[in-house]
């Protein structure tokens, strides 16, 4: 069926199409309710369904005759290993390891934080909550210990499942200290800690409180999926919004089953037997659906990579997965592909791998510049997706089409994500709520309901996902993307319109990093916006006004400045750009021009506003921010 059609269908019939698309799933109880209401504003999908997540990634494939085959690969170019796992292996060690968390007293609805790097052993404590029915929330590894405790005082787990270490490029970065720190400074106090030892480090384990992986498996035994229902929380994940609060998206059981089956197969292509490598994160949404989830739900191969797109040992690392495993599909961040371009522009490691497996690339993260889109089509000669999704999906809102219905490839268009997938129905919107003409830019809306498999609230404060999602313009979902539909119905997104920001595919808030340098005692005010960056898409700049009277040096207080976002949010904010500014520009209410301030670092025309406190601010400023993010 052509896309448009299916769209249509999904759109003017929500119940009967899902209804349908529910059949991909095995369920323990169908549902017979498919689209209900949950509040005034918001809706769950397949309420009176029953299953297990767990189950589906991996007993239903043994049920069905195949845990002989490969259901997951580590390969982890930074410590030298490789590991295949069977479903059967996989299955056994995952009911385990749902028997350790039992033994800890955690039971379904109870949570456990999960902070490991990518080894196997993260997906197997993520796959064992799902067993036990219990909510994980996994926190990606760069983040420091202050902001791991935000987290753990918002999820409250009682179980926190750490590994010694992570192993970046060409250093070991010690995690236990990090949990450490991270329960020393968080009001909530988890119970138990399970870490996994990693050759590289030996973590103290403090003792009363934490336990050793392997020693706890050894004594476990294999235990059943528990059934849960289909609005019960899977997993929490938080992300940045625009205060320094993270949020925390849950998602649901039943409609994330779904939407990953439906885009396994509508989106990707992929069918059981493929092998699927997203080479993200387990700590980032991509890595939540198509490292674990929907990859081995489908009943593909999936590959956690320990890694790098370059350096680990050279920018042909991912071609060399590619060909070494024969991957389908490969899903990955234009960062990525920027980084292998700029050491490999030519595509000459790309030459010395077989890779005739590998039948499309997917990208998403951030906008697929025309450049690198261009680069890697005419370098691979590949169809090159880019997909634009969130994590509050948790799956693509927007793609190419695989074909046209009538098998023939529908067409990419550089700089746009494609075509609103079926259910999700996306228009333009102006300030007053109305439809923008074609080719206009403006706020990008998905008019409600919202298919299954996205954000079914925020946890700790569903009055947020209203007020940060649904308040803009009622009866519609706001993205906090600006982009437009051109004439022939391809979606661009150009970015966010609010102050979150996208450095090297990971999301983070300006708002938190402002938080930060504002609480440094030198600090009168500062500003944090995104510029514009070469490799990483966008980096963050810090403009920071002092206190009069301050005595140490700007030298020092810059350096001192950046120490305090590594430690309070992490490396991966990449703040190295701070400016020790006389005053920012704002409006006579005090707001502060961001907008402003990006024009002016961009070299763009000034819009200047009229509620400006006093035009001669950006005549002094001008000098010193045209040109910063050249050098
Ligand atoms: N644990 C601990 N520290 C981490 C980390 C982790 N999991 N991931 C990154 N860091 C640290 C890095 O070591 C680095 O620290 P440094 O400043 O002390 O050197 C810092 O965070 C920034 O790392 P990164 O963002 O990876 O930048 P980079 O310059 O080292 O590498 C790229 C650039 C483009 C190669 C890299 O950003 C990349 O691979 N990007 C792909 C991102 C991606 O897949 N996103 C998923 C979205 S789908
Ligand atoms: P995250 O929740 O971390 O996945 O980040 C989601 C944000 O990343 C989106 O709101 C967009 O701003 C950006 N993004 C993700 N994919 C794309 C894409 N394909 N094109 C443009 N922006 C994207």
Redesign the pocket.
């Known amino acids: 069926m052509k896309h448009i059609e299916q769209q249509e269908l999904a759109i003017n019939s929500p119940e009967s199409y899902w209804q349908e698309q529910s059949e991909l799933v095995a369920w323990y109880k169908k549902p017979q309710t498919i689209l209900s209401k949950n509040t005034d504003s918001w809706h769950d999908w397949f309420a009176d369904g029953e299953l297990n997540s767990c189950y589906l990634a991996l007993d239903y494939h043994i049920e069905q005759g195949r845990g002989a085959d490969t259901a997951l690969i580590y390969d982890s170019p930074v410590t030298g290993q490789k590991q295949k796992f069977t479903y059967l292996e996989l299955t056994s060690l995952v009911a385990k390891f749902a028997d350790v968390l039992r033994s800890q007293h955690v039971t379904k609805g109870d949570r456990v934080l999960i902070y490991m790097p990518m080894i196997p052993q993260a997906a197997i404590a993520m796959l064992a909550c799902a067993r036990l029915g219990a909510i994980h929330s996994v926190v990606f590894g760069g983040f420091a210990a202050n902001e791991l405790a935000v987290r753990i005082n918002d999820a409250e787990p009682k179980v926190i499942v750490g590994a010694s270490c992570g192993v970046e490029i060409a250093k070991v970065i010690p995690y236990k200290p990090l949990i450490d720190d991270a329960i020393e400074i968080a009001t909530h106090k988890p119970n138990n800690c399970i870490i996994f030892q990693r050759e590289e480090v030996e973590a103290q384990l403090v003792p009363g409180r934490d336990l050793d992986w392997q020693e706890q498996m050894d004594i476990a035994i294999e235990i059943p999926p528990v059934p849960v229902k289909s609005t019960d929380p899977l997993y929490i994940l938080y992300?940045s919004g625009t205060t320094g609060k993270p949020k925390g998206v849950v998602r649901d059981n039943g409609g994330h089953a779904v939407a990953m089956q439906y885009s396994m197969k509508n989106i990707y292509g992929m069918k059981k037997g493929d092998t699927f490598w997203a080479a993200s994160d387990v700590g980032?949404?991509?890595g939540h659906s198509y490292i674990i989830y929907g990859t081995l739900m489908a009943g593909c191969t999936t590959i956690v990579y320990e890694g790098k797109p370059i350096r680990t040992p050279d920018a042909g690392a991912f071609w060399r997965v590619c060909a070494e495993y024969k991957v389908n599909a490969l899903f990955s961040a234009p960062t990525a592909f920027r980084a292998i371009g700029k050491e490999d522009p030519e595509g000459d490691l790309l030459k010395e791998y077989d890779l005739s497996s590998l039948k499309r690339l997917f990208?998403?993260?951030?906008?697929?510049d025309p450049a690198t889109y261009h680069w890697l089509k005419e370098k691979t000669q590949l169809p090159v997706i880019?997909?634009?999704?969130?994590?509050?999906t948790g799956w693509a809102i927007a793609s190419t089409p695989l074909d046209d219905g009538n098998g023939n490839i529908v067409a990419t268009k550089a700089g746009s994500?494609g075509f609103p997938i079926a259910g999700f129905d996306v228009q333009i919107l102006d300030g007053d709520g109305q439809q923008v003409p074609a080719g206009q830019q403006g706020s990008v809306a998905i008019k409600l309901p919202l298919p299954p498999g996205c954000l079914a609230t925020i946890y700790q404060d569903p009055e947020r996902l209203v007020s940060g999602y649904l308040s803009n313009h009622p009866g519609y979902y706001t993205?906090?993307?600006g982009g437009y539909i051109d004439e022939d119905g391809y979606l661009f997104?150009m970015?966010?319109i609010d102050d979150?920001i996208?450095v090297a595919g990971?999301?983070l808030s300006t708002g938190e990093m402002e938080e930060v340098l504002s609480g440094h005692p030198a600090v009168a005010e500062c500003a944090v916006v995104g510029i514009n960056d070469a490799l990483k898409g966008q980096v963050p700049l810090g403009l920071v006004v002092i206190k009069n009277g301050i005595t140490a040096s700007d030298e020092e207080l810059i350096s001192e400045l950046k120490q305090s976002i590594r430690d309070d949010i992490g490396a991966i904010a990449s703040l190295k750009k701070l400016l020790i500014i006389d005053r920012l520009p704002k409006t006579r209410s005090g707001k502060i021009l961001r907008k402003t301030l990006r024009q002016m670092i961009d070299g763009q025309e000034i819009e200047i506003p009229s509620t400006i406190e006093d035009t001669q601010v950006i005549t002094e400023l001008s000098g010193a921010l045209v040109g910063i993010n050249k050098g």
């Open positions: 992300t980032w949404v991509v990208l998403a993260g951030e906008r697929l880019d997909h634009w999704w969130q994590t509050e994500a993205s906090g993307d997104i970015g966010r979150v996208n990971h999301r």
